[in-house]
């Protein structure tokens, strides 16, 4: 079987002879094929990827050299990142078979360095979920579990990586859904600062939160890969010019003991599983047992931290998602309309999912002139306190540790009735949003109902090298147990 732990391993094998760029890709394909009840992909480019194999292959024969850090690395993409000549529909049918006429900066820097983009992947729609359950073209199910969800929203991608579909994927993190999909499925997944990576074309969801985040499964591959697609972008202006510094060599900071923060009220939230609860209480001895200093922090805002998410995202997402009137792009309403308002209104509410027009409607209604400063500006007040409140756990500490998921991966339907419910089980993962913060979901644990776990990591901004070194430290700490 075609296997591998690190790109840098891959890479050696194809140096060595040992394996090509086109076994690799065909490998894929079949894994794809196999595992094609999994849902993860909307699209495989088979005969494009074969060919850029064969191509990869080529130039190594002729130069004996890699053609870049990436080189035959087999990537899937979310299908919420434009890719030149492809579909990208965002999981909705409103841009069912839109052709991106562009490549996401990402995409081209992917490229740049070698890589073999396989397919798109399946989501939730525009991004917004927690279960992938809704999409437009159907769930994705979760491979150590067919019958529970991968998680949401990037759930083809964290599946793709899971289940060996590729080798590793891109998602988009707008309030946990990299790292809450990567928790579900027992990979890493990292979602850096904000400004961090080029937002150019992705699809936007909430524009003052979305980031693009890596899933895969060993910390090393996850450094090289933001080093290839992070910094300066003249295409989005957001992203910040602090040159970058080598992520691959700061995973070499052996033995720096760190100074951990918990959130006291995370741990004894009452919705949070009780199994986990103990599981992490005792990894954080284990923890200080190997030289670390972890201490709880006092967090009263908890409960605020979901609402405050959700009128914002939501306020975000119904200016953004007011460009697919039917007229741009994406589905129009065919027949039997009587003036423009009302082509609008039949093609958004024909093209849009349940769960994508509760979102406009929300954040149309926190936008409204008689509740703005009720709920938009309270929220946004919400936002500044828990900027201030990471400024200054940072300058005690280098990192803040927290469960990533309040439960492991549920049961499909077990929440979609309940839009509330599922809105709580972020309560983790948006203050890395609300705050602009990197942060990772590094897979430590297994549940005793058989589902993976993993421990979520936030640093300050702009030190995603501290956070790439310390979720190192935590996988090496837990692989000694
Ligand atoms: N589950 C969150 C939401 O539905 C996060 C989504 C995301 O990060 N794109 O908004």
Known sequence: MFSFSTIKDYHIALSNGHTNCV?????????????????????????????????????????NALSGKLHGVVVALKDVICYKGHKVSASSRILENYTSIYNATVVDRLLQEGAIIIGRNNCDEFAMGSSNE???????????DNARVPGGSSGGSAVSVQADLCMLSLGSDTGGSVRQPADFCGIIGMKPGYGKISRYGLIAYASSFDQIGIFAKAIEDVAVTLQVIAGEDEFDSTVSTIPLPDYPDALNSNGKKYRIAYFRQALDHPGLDGEIATVIKEYIELLREQGHVVEPVEFDLLDYVVPAYYILTTAEASSNLSRFDGIKYGYAAKDDFDDLTDFYKQSRSAGFGAEVKRRIMLGTFVLSAGYYDAYFTKAQKVRRILFDKTQEIFKS???IISPTVPSPAFR?????????????????????????IPAISVPLFKHSNGMPFGLQAMTAFEDEATLLALSKELIAINNHL
């Open 23 to 63: 076994t690799a890709v065909s490998f894929y394909i079949k894994q794809i094929e196999v595992n094609s009840h999994l849902n993860a992909f909307l699209e495989v480019y088979k005969e494009e990827a074969l060919e850029r194999a064969a191509f990869l292959d080529l130039f190594y024969q002729k130069n």
């Open 134 to 144: 809704n999409s437009a073209f159907g769930s994705v199910l979760n491979a150590a």
């Open 397 to 399: 500490y280098n990192a």
């Open 412 to 436: 499909i339907g077990e929440k979609s009735s309940d839009p509330i419910e599922m809105f709580l089980a972020d309560i983790f993962t948006v203050f890395a949003n609300l705050t602009g």
